[in-house]
């Protein structure tokens, strides 16, 4: 099961995005600053064609998801 199967399963439809950064011991900043350091996720975060995000973190794993 991927992202884009998951997001068409609840009725979300494109344009779409998701950040996901790992680390057993990063805390919500480091991911944030993670993101912040790579020009294409920082780009994500930043953009303007998105209106709807969604946070999470479960097992180590940050994650951000982005639609409009």
């Avoid at 494109?14 to 790579?38: H, R």
């Amino acid at each position: 099961d991927d992202v884009k199967a998951r997001l068409n399963s609840l009725g979300i439809g494109a344009p779409w995005a998701e950040l996901i950064v790992k680390g057993a011991s990063l805390k919500a900043d480091d991911a944030l600053n993670a993101w912040l350091s790579s020009a294409s996720q920082k780009e994500k975060l930043m953009s303007t064609l998105f209106s709807s995000v969604g946070v999470g973190y479960s097992n180590g794993y940050f994650t951000v998801c982005f639609n409009k």
